[in-house]
């Protein structure tokens, strides 16, 4: 196949669609990159660390800031659909490495749809639950992982949710941009109503620390890992660039500006619901900002409100991974390590079709086999083998200062594993 990222459909050459701009670049990492940090894994990260939990994510905000500018100078130097694949084949000449680091991203994303279908469902079963509140099953994950049961309504939506953006990316890349802008533009509007209401309702006295600072870092470190599952939308924006119209200018503005939109909103969220709840969230898991907003002067309707941004917060982080994950798909495709089928995209809507209908479906089958906090968790761990990948790939293929800035962030990765490693392996340890 041509290196100009086409495919052939009855010998016309196909390529992918140029009409993402600087409103799009936003709309897709802002939508990905809240999605699981706030609604998703909160509760588990205050349960974790108590007052501390705002650091947790301001920590995995500046590990992954260094990331962000690999993926920037990296995509640019090679505009192409793969993100780290494409990096990692130029930076180390080894396909099966590659290769590796390419499927697993794919699960990788094909984990994070499920973490954000299973939140759509929740909440929306909360709100609306129509299908009944019939226990399907109850999951007893080893170990140490919550249990999770599984209600009628929620297990319905979190199937409908994916299959609802498989259709809506299968319609074009402009058409599932433009939803996207519109859902992020809600959910942003919402926690800042969330965050400006939610002061009035902060008790003080939820934030006196029971232990010192050297006794809640381990926690607030391991509890971060958690939240690089929400910045995927790196990986996401850079899928992309082959459908940027201007890339160069667009690809930085759009990947800087969104951690800065994103750690303000996950840093306030954090800071005020423990103000509003406390430390001790016990179960509330990832419905828990319903929980804080209910405590609000807004009462019901506040809980109401937050369903409603949870919901389309989740709907956008599925629309904007299923993008990711099915470009991603079609490199590999195209580069042999999957079926060559992959790579076939539609000559009417310029998407790769059969790429998103996969991507789609292995979703759907994570939903039904694992609990929420195994699938945030896996996806977790498989980003931050992609974000060191990504660095290390930097400092092959970047240069002058460029290397340093990524030299310091695979420093930073090789950090987090090792104390993650000890806590998983001895979790008396924090």
Avoid at 35 to 43: A, P, R, W
Avoid at 171 to 186: I, P
């Amino acid at each position: 196949m041509a290196k100009d990222q086409t495919t052939d459909t009855n010998d016309v050459k196909i390529q992918l669609s140029k009409e993402l701009g600087l409103k799009e670049a936003l709309g897709i990492a802002v939508g990905a990159l809240i999605g699981g940090g706030v609604f998703s894994v909160l509760g588990i990260v205050i349960n974790n660390t108590g007052p501390m939990a705002f650091l947790s994510f301001i920590l995995a905000g500046v590990v992954s800031s260094f990331t962000a500018f690999s993926y920037v100078h990296l995509a640019l130097r090679y505009p192409k659909a793969g993100g780290a694949f494409i990096y990692a084949q130029q930076a180390f000449k080894k396909k099966w490495f590659s290769g590796f680091l390419g499927i697993i991203l794919w699960f990788g994303y094909t984990f994070s749809i499920s973490l954000y279908a299973m939140t759509f469902g929740r909440y929306l079963g909360e709100v609306l639950p129509i299908f009944g509140e019939k226990v399907l099953w109850e999951f007893h994950p080893p170990f140490g992982a919550f249990d999770y049961t599984v209600t009628s309504s929620a297990f319905i939506y979190q199937l409908i949710s994916i299959l609802l953006f498989i259709g809506l990316n299968m319609l074009g890349v402009k058409e599932s941009s433009r939803a996207q802008n519109l859902l992020v533009l809600t959910k942003v509007s919402i926690l800042v109503f969330y965050i400006i209401t939610g002061i009035f309702a902060v008790q003080k006295t939820n934030f006196s620390l029971s232990s010192t600072f050297g006794q809640t870092i381990i926690p607030v470190i391991t509890s971060s890992v958690l939240i690089f599952v929400s910045m995927e939308g790196f990986e996401i924006l850079s899928n992309s660039v082959e459908e940027m119209k201007n890339p160069e200018r667009d690809l930085p503005i759009g990947m800087y500006l969104s951690i800065i939109i994103v750690l303000i909103l996950y840093v306030s969220v954090a800071i005020i619901t423990v103000g509003i709840l406390g430390s001790d969230v016990g179960e509330m898991g990832e419905v828990i900002l319903t929980h804080a907003a209910r405590q609000s002067f807004l009462k019901e309707t506040g809980a109401i409100i937050m369903a409603i941004a949870a919901i389309i917060s989740a709907a956008s982080a599925i629309n904007a991974t299923l993008m990711g994950s099915s470009r991603l798909s079609y490199m590999l495709s195209h580069e042999r390590i999957i079926p060559k089928a992959f790579a076939k995209i539609s000559p009417k809507t310029r998407v790769p079709m059969r790429a998103i209908i996969i991507s789609g479906i292995l979703s759907m089958i994570f939903v039904l086999l694992f609990s929420l906090e195994v699938v945030a968790m896996a996806a977790s761990v498989i980003f931050m083998i992609i974000f060191g990948a990504v660095n290390a790939s930097g400092i092959k293929l970047l240069e002058g200062k460029k290397r340093i800035i990524s030299g310091i962030g695979v420093i930073l990765i090789i950090g987090y594993w090792i104390i993650w490693i000890i806590t998983f392996i001895n979790p008396n340890i924090v």
